[in-house]
Structure formats: C-alpha cells, structure tokens
C-alpha cells in the first residue's frame, strides 16, 4: 500500500536523513519523464487532489488495467 499526499514547503529546508537519501519538488509536467508509470500515477494522483482515493494495480513497473 502506498499512500501519496500533496504538500507544499512551509518552512525550513530539506535534508536527508536515514529515511531520505535524495529528494526533490517535481512539478506535474515532469512526473512521468522522471519515473516507471507505476510510481508516476501515485503522483498525478496526488496532483488530482480528488476527494476519493484511487487504487491502482501494477507489476512493479507498469499499470495493470483489469479487463471486464
């Protein structure tokens, strides 16, 4: 499960830390050129900001989209 929150800076700086060993702010145009699809869509879903969450399956990589 993962869960994925919009944020915006407040205050302080960045550091890495036992957690974090590299971060960075990505704007939304840039998601899916820097990431396999899989990560991106926690992201553009994020960016959405719907009021229900999505759940999304996938292999790792890429998005498995059931068939009906």
């Known amino acids: ?12 700086a960045l550091t890495e830390n036992s957690e974090a060993a590299g971060f960075r ?4 145009s840039e998601v899916s050129a ?3 699809e899989a990560f991106a869509i926690r992201i553009l879903d994020a960016y959405r900001n719907d009021a229900e969450p ?3 399956d996938h292999d790792g990589v890429k998005l498995i989209v059931p068939t009906r």
Do not use: D, H, T
Not at 25 to 28: P, R, S, T
């Open 34 to 36: 820097i990431m396999p």
């Open 25 to 28: 702010w990505v704007l939304e």
């Open 54 to 56: 999505s759940i999304r």
């Open 1 to 12: 499960m993962a869960l994925v929150f919009r944020c915006r800076p407040a205050g302080g």
